[in-house]
């Protein structure tokens, strides 16, 4: 089946490090990945869609410049999170969809947890 | 009124019984629909789409009533490792024929002995 690899698992840094985050489809192309972020016992949360060769696009409310993706090939995302600060901690995830349109259902990156100190 | 809304649960039941999720949205032009299963700290996995018709994979059968824009999951013959959050997700239309997902904040399901 469909296989993401989201890397790495797990990040503790210090505030101010600026974090990047890798979304890879293993197995097929991805012409739309998106980025979530999820809060212990709360829901995910769509930041942004990226799609290959185009500038992303955010959901309300969450700060490109603080969150920057580049979706430069059909197998690759990457989320940096500039000068992290504590209140940036939280489970990232990534999914990627083969195709542009909607039918498709996503698969899920593992997850990176992001631990600001 | 949110775009995909879900009881939170928890749904607590013993192993063997039969439980059933629903989950409502609120576009009209939703084009797909999915059922994902997310276990504690972990990622979502796809447990099933969602087809007009119905469906069913084992003891898990999902229905589909775009009429009253709700979908549904039931699980029959619970296990203990069934036990999760059950997340309901809408693929939307958004402006420029983009198909957005949505997720539920997720019902979660305690399956006891």
């Known amino acids: 089946g469909a296989v993401v690899s989201q890397h790495p698992s797990r990040v503790i840094c210090k505030s101010g490090t600026s974090v990047k985050i890798e979304c890879r489809s293993l197995?097929?192309?991805?012409?739309?990945m998106f980025w979530y972020r999820q809060f212990p016992k709360k829901s995910l949360m769509l930041m942004a869609t990226?799609?290959?060769?185009?500038?992303?696009?955010?959901e309300q409310g969450v700060e490109k410049d603080k969150f920057l993706i580049n979706h430069a090939s059909l197998t690759l995302s990457t989320l940096t999170v500039t000068s992290a600060h504590p209140e940036d901690s939280s489970f990232y995830i990534c999914?990627?969809?083969?195709?542009?349109?909607?039918?498709?259902?996503?698969?899920f990156g593992d997850g990176t947890r992001l631990s600001i100190l | 009124r949110k775009e995909v809304e879900q009881d939170p649960g928890p749904f607590n039941v013993p192993e063997g019984a039969t439980v059933a999720f629903n989950c409502t949205y609120s576009?009209?032009?939703?084009?797909?629909f999915f059922w994902y299963r997310q276990d504690c700290r972990k990622e979502p996995k796809l447990l099933m789409s969602?087809?007009?018709s119905g469906n069913e994979d084992g003891r898990f059968t999902a229905q589909l009533n775009r009429a009253s824009q709700y979908i549904s999951l039931l699980i029959r013959d619970s296990k203990l490792s069934d036990s999760a959050t059950y997340l309901c997700?809408?693929?939307?239309?958004?402006?420029?024929?983009?198909?957005?997902?949505?997720f539920g904040r997720g019902t979660s399901l305690i399956v006891h002995p």
């Open positions: 999914s990627a969809r083969d195709r542009a349109t909607g039918n498709q259902p996503q698969h």
């Open positions: 197995d097929f192309q991805a012409t739309t």
């Open positions: 990226s799609n290959e060769g185009s500038k992303a696009t955010y």
């Open positions: 576009n009209s032009a939703s084009q797909s």
């Open positions: 969602v087809y007009s």
């Open positions: 997700v809408v693929n939307g239309a958004r402006a420029g024929g983009s198909y957005i997902p949505t």
